[in-house]
């Protein structure tokens, strides 16, 4: 038994695995690494092209504000720099404009001041811009009609070039249509009352806009002082011109020659401080 198991000893065969090439495993492996390498390689090189994309895109220019240099600090609120969608200030775009608007009653010269101002190469006033209904229908259009006109995008006859320095409208006090008649029949009972309404509604409106930068004008001063369109044009901060309408008056002639009980309204005038109304001819 004993031989029976040396003979099994010593008759055993063990197969072993043949001995693999080390250089062919290490190619193998150097092979796969290199793909994987330059796979990966790929991959982030698309994601930073992609991202890097996407932050060129995304940068935006953002212009130095426009700054008001030589300008008073009172002054300075009132100036702004609008951006219009319709077309391009270029080298004006940092030329500051102010906005303004005429009040004023009907019949009381305003439309003639307005084409005086619109002679001025740099002063826009764009009348009764709200005479339109659809504008003043409510609050937001009339929100909308404000902002295109002072961003310099509502066009019109009196619309200048990038060059404005100063924008408005005209705004009548009284806005209920009054007939202009050749020669009326004044109501002198009525007269007295009347002139007095419109004093109040002048003061009330002066009272009104105390809080807010402005110039009185009357008709008389710019009939008589011709003086008065320079400090119009102090106070609107643009060059000096001499302004001048095309329009022509109306009504020509003295007033006794245009109201056809005119005796009759110097008598209910007579003693009160409208006298003075009585002996005002104005020449154009």
Partial sequence: MADDLCFLAKDSIIIKPPKRNPLVLRMVVLIFVMVCG????????????????????????????????????????????????????E?????????????????????????????????????????????????????????????????????????????GLKWMLNQAEILARYKPTINTTLLIPNLKQVDDLVTKSLEYFKSTRHIILY?????????????????????????????????KGSLSSQVENWEDVKKTLKGTHYESYLNEDYKL
């Fill in 91 to 167: 080298e004006c775009a940092c030329n500051p404009v102010r906005y303004f608007a005429i009040l004023s009653t009907q019949r009381s010269g305003s439309g003639w001041f307005e084409t005086l101002l619109n002679s001025h190469m740099n002063i826009s006033s764009n009348g009764e811009i709200f005479s339109v209904k659809p504008r003043r229908s409510n609050i937001s259009t009339i929100v909308e009609t404000l902002d295109k006109l002072y961003n310099l995008d509502f066009l019109t006859s009196a619309s200048k070039n990038e060059c404005t320095a100063a924008v």
């Fill in 219 to 251: 008709y008389e001063d710019v009939i008589k002082n011709r003086t008065k369109l320079v400090d119009v044009q102090d106070f609107l901060m643009v060059p000096k011109m001499d302004l001048k309408s095309r329009q022509v008056k109306i009504h």
């Fill in 38 to 89: 330059v796979y990966i390689c790929s991959v982030c090189l698309k994601q930073i092209g992609g991202r890097s994309t996407g932050r060129l895109l995304s940068v935006q220019v953002i212009g130095k504000p426009c700054e008001a240099t030589d300008i008073e600090p009172s002054e300075k609120p009132y100036l702004h720099f609008p951006k219009p969608k319709t077309f391009s200030r």
